[in-house]
C-alpha cells in the first residue's frame, strides 16, 4: 500500500522536529512534510492530496482558521488538525465549525494527538476506499448504459436502482418513470413472470438458460429473454427482446397458411374442372365445356404466378437478378397494363382502368418488363381491394427529370398504421381473408425491391374506407442496371 502523507504546519521549529520524531516512532508507513508558513503550505497542498494535515492555529501571516478554510476550498475531504494554545477553548471551537477534524492544544498530549492523527488517517484512508469503489461502480454503470441487453437493477427491497439506455429503448419506460419505485409497479405482470426468471447465484458463462416470458406493457405484450444474478445487495437482470424474431415467426407461420391456401383454392378448381370433363364431358353443352377449360387455363395461370413470385422473391433476395437496360415509353405501357388488367376484370362492369397521361412525358430508360410487372402488381391491387368498383386512374408524369407513377383507387384503403408494413414481405393486412381476397403478401414487396433496383421509390397515400394512391418515382434517364 501506498505511504499515507502528513503535512505539518508550525512557525515553532522546535514543533516541526518533535512531531514528525514521535509520528515516526509510533507510525508505520507515513511520508511526512512540514511547513514553516500557511502560504508555503498552500503551495504544497495544491500539489500533493495529504491525507491528513496538522497545523498551528497561531502562526504570522495567515492564521490556522485561514489555512482550514482553504484547505476545505481546495482539499475538502483532506482531515485538519489544530493545535491551539493553552486555554484557547474559542479558537478551538472556531476551528471545529470551520471543519477541522480535532484540534489538540498544547503543551500536546502526545498520546491524545498520536491517537487522533491515527483515527483521522483511517477515516481519509476509507473514504479514498468509498470513493474508488463508487468510481468503479460508475465505470460498471458507464459500461452498462453502452450494451445492447436491457439491464436493470433491483436491489433486497424489490426497488429499481439501475436502468440502462437499453432498458429505456427496449421497454419504452424512462429511467426517471423505473428508478426508486418497485419492479412490480414499473413492469405490470412482474410479479407473475418473476418466479419464471432464472436467477443465477454467481455471474459466469452458461450458468443459466435465459427465460422468454411475455411482458405486458400499457397497450403492447413484448416478449423478452431475460434472466438474472443475484449479488449482494440485490439482482441484475439482463434482457433482451425477442418480439421481433416471435413476430417473423408468426410471419412465417402465416405465409405457410396463405401459401398452401393460394396453392389448394386454385389447384381444387383445376382438379373439379378436369374431374368434371372426364367423368362428364358428354352432358355438357359446348360452351359449359369452354367455360370449365377458361377455369383450367385461368387457374393456372394463377398457380404459376405464386409459384414465380416466391421464386423472384427469392431471387431478390440473394441478389441473383439482372435488369435490362433500354429505352421505355411509359404511357404506352400503362395502356397496355389498363387493357390487361381490364380484360381479365370481366364481369366486374363497375370497375373502370384509366390512363391520364400529361402531354411531354420522358422515356424511361431501364426493364420494360419489370417495370410492367410492377405496374400490373399495382393496378391489379386497386381493382382487387376495390370491391364495390370505382374508378382506378394510373397516371404518368414527368417532374424535373424524374418520372412519376400513381396508381389511384377509390377503395377499402390501408390504416395509417400499415401504409408502411405493406411493402413488407408476406406482410398482409388482413391474412385471415376475411374479405375473401386471395394474395400471398409478395407483390408489394416484389415492387419495392425491383423499382429500388431501378433507382426508383415506392410509396402509398392512403385513407381507411376512401382508397389509395400507390406512387412510383423513376429517374428518367438511366444506363445499365445490374444486380
Ligand atoms: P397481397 O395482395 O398478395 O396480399 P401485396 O404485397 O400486394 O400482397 O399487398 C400487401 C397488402 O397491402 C395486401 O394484403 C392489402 O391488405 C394491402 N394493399 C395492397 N394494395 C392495396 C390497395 N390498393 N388498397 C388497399 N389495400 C391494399
Same mark, same amino acid.
Given at each position: 500500500?501506498?505511504?499515507?502523507?502528513?503535512?505539518?504546519?508550525?512557525?515553532?521549529?522546535?514543533?516541526?522536529?518533535?512531531?514528525?520524531?514521535?509520528?515516526?516512532?509510533?507510525?508505520?508507513?507515513?511520508? $511526512?512534510? =512540514?511547513?514553516?508558513?500557511?502560504?508555503?503550505?498552500?503551495?504544497? /497542498?495544491? $500539489?500533493?492530496?495529504?491525507?491528513? $494535515?496538522? #497545523?498551528?492555529?497561531?502562526?504570522? +501571516?495567515?492564521? +490556522?482558521?485561514?489555512?482550514?478554510?482553504?484547505?476545505?476550498?481546495?482539499?475538502?475531504?483532506?482531515? @485538519?488538525?489544530?493545535?491551539?494554545?493553552?486555554?484557547?477553548?474559542?479558537?478551538?471551537?472556531?476551528?471545529?465549525?470551520? +471543519?477541522?477534524?480535532?484540534?489538540?492544544?498544547?503543551? /500536546?498530549?502526545?498520546?491524545?494527538?498520536?491517537?487522533?492523527?491515527?483515527?483521522?488517517?483511517?477515516?481519509?484512508?476509507?473514504?479514498?476506499?468509498?470513493?474508488?469503489?463508487?468510481?468503479?461502480?460508475?465505470?460498471?454503470?458507464?459500461? *452498462?448504459?453502452?450494451?445492447?441487453?436491457?439491464?436493470?437493477?433491483?436491489?433486497?427491497?424489490?426497488?429499481?436502482?439501475?436502468?440502462?439506455?437499453?432498458?429505456?429503448?427496449?421497454?419504452?419506460?424512462?429511467?426517471?418513470?423505473?428508478?426508486?419505485?418497485?419492479?412490480?409497479? #414499473?413492469?405490470?405482470?412482474?410479479?407473475?413472470?418473476?418466479?419464471?426468471?432464472?436467477?443465477?447465484?454467481?455471474?459466469?458463462?452458461?450458468?443459466?438458460?435465459?427465460?422468454?416470458?411475455?411482458?405486458?406493457?400499457?397497450?403492447?405484450?413484448?416478449?423478452?429473454?431475460?434472466?438474472?444474478?443475484?449479488?449482494?445487495?440485490?439482482? &441484475?437482470?439482463?434482457?433482451?427482446?425477442?418480439?421481433?424474431?416471435?413476430?417473423?415467426?408468426?410471419?412465417?407461420?402465416?405465409?405457410?397458411?396463405?401459401?398452401?391456401?393460394?396453392?389448394?383454392?386454385?389447384?381444387?378448381? $383445376?382438379?373439379?374442372?378436369?374431374? #368434371?370433363?372426364?367423368?362428364?364431358?358428354?352432358? *355438357?353443352?359446348?360452351?359449359?365445356?369452354?367455360?370449365?377449360?377458361?377455369?383450367?387455363?385461368?387457374?393456372?395461370?394463377?398457380?404459376?404466378?405464386?409459384?414465380?413470385?416466391?421464386?423472384?422473391?427469392?431471387?431478390?433476395?440473394?441478389?441473383?437478378?439482372?435488369?435490362?437496360?433500354?429505352?421505355?415509353?411509359?404511357?404506352?405501357?400503362?395502356?397496355?397494363?389498363?387493357?390487361?388488367?381490364?380484360?381479365?376484370?370481366?364481369?366486374?362492369?363497375?370497375?373502370?382502368?384509366?390512363?391520364?397521361?400529361? =402531354?411531354? &412525358?420522358?422515356?424511361?430508360?431501364?426493364?420494360?418488363?419489370?417495370?410492367?410487372?410492377?405496374? /400490373?402488381?399495382?393496378?391489379?391491387?386497386?381493382?382487387?381491394?376495390?370491391?364495390?368498383?370505382?374508378?382506378?386512374?394510373?397516371?404518368?408524369?414527368?417532374?424535373?427529370?424524374?418520372?412519376?407513377?400513381?396508381?389511384?383507387?377509390?377503395?377499402?384503403?390501408?390504416?395509417? +398504421?400499415?401504409?408502411?408494413?405493406?411493402?413488407?414481405?408476406?406482410?398482409?393486412?388482413?391474412?385471415?381473408?376475411?374479405?375473401?381476397?386471395?394474395? #400471398?403478401?409478395?407483390?408489394?414487396? /416484389?415492387?419495392?425491391?425491383?423499382?429500388?433496383?431501378?433507382?426508383?421509390?415506392?410509396?402509398?397515400?392512403?385513407?381507411?374506407?376512401?382508397?389509395? @394512391?400507390?406512387?412510383?418515382?423513376?429517374?428518367?434517364?438511366?444506363?445499365?442496371?445490374?444486380?
Amino acid at each position: 500500500m501506498n505511504p499515507q502523507r502528513i503535512l505539518i504546519v508550525d512557525d515553532d521549529p522546535a514543533l516541526l522536529e518533535a512531531l514528525p520524531a514521535a509520528i515516526e516512532l509510533r507510525m508505520d508507513g507515513i511520508e $511526512i512534510e =512540514t511547513a514553516e508558513t500557511a502560504d508555503a503550505a498552500l503551495e504544497r /497542498i495544491r $500539489i500533493v492530496d495529504h491525507d491528513a $494535515i496538522v #497545523t498551528d492555529i497561531k502562526m504570522p +501571516g495567515m492564521d +490556522g482558521l485561514a489555512l482550514l478554510a482553504e484547505i476545505k476550498r481546495l482539499r475538502p475531504r483532506t482531515p @485538519t488538525l489544530l493545535i491551539t494554545g493553552h486555554g484557547e477553548h474559542d479558537l478551538a471551537i472556531q476551528a471545529l465549525r470551520g +471543519g477541522a477534524y480535532d484540534y489538540v492544544a498544547k503543551p /500536546i498530549d502526545r498520546d491524545y494527538f498520536l491517537a487522533s492523527l491515527a483515527r483521522a488517517l483511517q477515516v481519509r484512508q476509507l473514504d479514498r476506499q468509498v470513493e474508488e469503489q463508487r468510481a468503479a461502480l460508475e465505470r460498471h454503470a458507464r459500461v *452498462l448504459e453502452h450494451v445492447d441487453d436491457g439491464v436493470f437493477l433491483v436491489d433486497d427491497a424489490e426497488v429499481i436502482q439501475h436502468w440502462n439506455l437499453a432498458a429505456e429503448a427496449i421497454l419504452g419506460i424512462p429511467r426517471q418513470a423505473a428508478l426508486g419505485r418497485s419492479a412490480g409497479e #414499473t413492469l405490470p405482470n412482474w410479479d407473475a413472470i418473476a418466479p419464471l426468471v432464472p436467477v443465477a447465484k454467481t455471474p459466469g458463462p452458461g450458468s443459466q438458460q435465459a427465460a422468454t416470458v411475455p411482458l405486458e406493457l400499457d397497450e403492447r405484450e413484448l416478449w423478452l429473454s431475460i434472466s438474472g444474478v443475484e449479488f449482494a445487495d440485490g439482482t &441484475v437482470y439482463a434482457f433482451r427482446s425477442l418480439t421481433e424474431e416471435r413476430a417473423l415467426d408468426e410471419l412465417k407461420g402465416e405465409f405457410v397458411a396463405t401459401v398452401s391456401h393460394e396453392l389448394r383454392t386454385p389447384l381444387a378448381a $383445376i382438379y373439379g374442372s378436369a374431374q #368434371t370433363l372426364r367423368e362428364r364431358r358428354h352432358e *355438357l353443352d359446348d360452351a359449359s365445356q369452354q367455360r370449365l377449360l377458361e377455369v383450367i387455363v385461368q387457374e393456372s395461370e394463377r398457380l404459376t404466378r405464386v409459384a414465380s413470385d416466391i421464386l423472384l422473391a427469392g431471387r431478390l433476395d440473394t441478389g441473383g437478378l439482372k435488369l435490362a437496360a433500354e429505352e421505355v415509353d411509359i404511357v404506352p405501357l400503362a395502356r397496355e397494363v389498363a387493357d390487361e388488367v381490364g380484360t381479365s376484370q370481366r364481369g366486374n362492369g363497375e370497375l373502370s382502368i384509366e390512363v391520364v397521361a400529361s =402531354t411531354a &412525358v420522358a422515356p424511361f430508360a431501364g426493364d420494360r418488363d419489370r417495370l410492367r410487372q410492377v405496374l /400490373i402488381n399495382l393496378v391489379e391491387n386497386a381493382v382487387k381491394y376495390s370491391p364495390s368498383g370505382g374508378k382506378v386512374e394510373i397516371r404518368v408524369e414527368s417532374d424535373n427529370g424524374r418520372l412519376r407513377l400513381a396508381v389511384q383507387d377509390r377503395g377499402v384503403g390501408i390504416a395509417q +398504421g400499415e401504409q408502411r408494413r405493406i411493402f413488407g414481405k408476406f406482410y398482409r393486412v388482413d391474412p385471415n381473408q376475411t374479405h375473401g381476397v386471395g394474395g #400471398t403478401g409478395l407483390g408489394l414487396y /416484389i415492387c419495392r425491391e425491383l423499382v429500388r433496383r431501378m433507382d426508383g421509390r415506392i410509396w402509398v397515400d392512403s385513407r381507411e374506407g376512401h382508397g389509395s @394512391t400507390f406512387f412510383v418515382e423513376l429517374p428518367a434517364a438511366r444506363s445499365t442496371v445490374a444486380v
